[in-house]
């Protein structure tokens, strides 16, 4: 856990002191009213909290969707580093998340300490960072990316400036090979997309040859080689809605899947399996920490709640803004999806 989140008090009220018959729902729903707050729901979320968001999407675009609103409170319900980049774009807001141990292993793997000194190796060198990564990294970075946007940027960095590229070394890797960059990547992966297996996607698509195979570039490239599609949590949905395919491999984290169902229904997805054959792999246990009875606390408590010192935010605001002002694809201060 970071600094910068701050924990409930010793007297809250905590999942045991519950009542059992409280409908939840209809008690986030007061709360939503009486605090004026927005509930931000990640794809990765589980479905009921996702129907009962106000927003849901990729994790800057949920940011930004909660900075336009007149909400004082933010509630995201998804990751550590998301709840952050909530509270450096809306910084006179307060910011809850539902757990305060929801983290990321792309940002568990890149400390920023370590981070430091990894620049400090290579000084000549421009520092591209996915946006998965703590307030602390971004603050060390030149340049914040998305899984959408990264080709984008990278395509646009003076040609003799070598490239550090971190946290995660699949996407780096995608991304050096659709640009032709050289880059030094640090060695971080995602715990989900790490573990989808090659062999058992191939049986697979044995089994349903009539399926398209969407896959996340967090996913290593024997996976990617795969895929009829690669893109961001965002475009794969684009992607499979906009097809005329009825059948499709998912490889990324399963919970996407809920909104792919209910915006089509006529359609059949398959989460991408692991090396066991099954779909266990594609859930990520720092999403599913998020419950319908942490959000009701979180708001009853006003914590967990993301704070940190301006000095930082500033500092992790500006790489961010580069990344918009550099995202041809979209206006200067909008955003694209993330992670």
């Known amino acids: 856990m970071t600094d910068t989140i701050v924990l409930p008090s010793a007297g809250a009220m905590t999942e045991a002191g519950i009542d059992p018959t409280l409908d939840l729902v209809a008690e986030i729903d007061r709360l939503r009213r009486e605090r004026n707050a927005v509930i931000l729901a990640h794809y990765y979320q589980d479905g009921e909290i996702q129907d009962l968001a106000d927003f849901v999407g990729d994790s800057l675009d949920l940011s930004r969707k909660a900075a336009a609103t007149d909400a004082d409170v933010i509630v995201f319900c998804g990751v550590r580093f998301m709840g952050e980049v909530a509270k450096i774009v809306s910084p006179h807001k307060t910011v809850l998340i539902p757990d305060a141990e929801a983290g990321c292993s792309l ?57 550090l590229f971190a946290p995660d070394r699949h996407l780096g ?45 967090e996913c290593p490239e024997s996976i990617l080689t795969h895929a009829d599609h690669v893109g961001s949590t965002r475009n794969i949905l684009d ?31 398959i989460p991408a399996p692991g090396a066991d054959g099954s779909c266990n792999c594609a859930s990520c246990p720092f999403m599913a920490k998020n419950t319908l009875e942490k959000i009701y606390l979180c708001l009853k408590n006003d914590a967990p709640r993301v704070e940190m010192p301006e000095e930082l935010r500033l500092g992790a605001l500006k790489p961010l803004e580069r990344m918009l002002e550099m995202s041809v694809s979209v206006p200067v201060k909008a955003a694209t999806d993330a992670a």
């Open 173 to 217: 890797a995608f991304i050096a090979r659709k640009t032709g960059r050289e880059m030094t990547l640090w060695p971080g992966s995602c715990i989900i997309h790490e573990q989808f297996s090659e062999k058992e996607l191939v049986k697979l698509k044995v089994r349903h040859p009539k399926a398209k195979v969407a896959a996340h570039p």
């Open 107 to 163: 940002e568990e793997s890149c400390r920023a300490d370590a981070f430091r000194h990894f620049r400090e190796k290579h000084p000549d060198h421009i520092a591209v960072t996915y946006i998965n990564c703590s307030a602390e990294v971004k603050a060390l970075s030149d340049v914040i990316v998305t899984s959408s946007n990264a080709e984008v940027i990278v395509r646009q960095l003076p040609a003799d400036k070598p490239i």
């Open 239 to 269: 992607y499979v809605l906009n097809s005329d395919a009825p059948e499709f491999i998912i490889a990324t984290e399963l919970h996407i899947i809920h909104q792919m169902a209910k915006a089509a229904p006529h359609k059949t997805f």
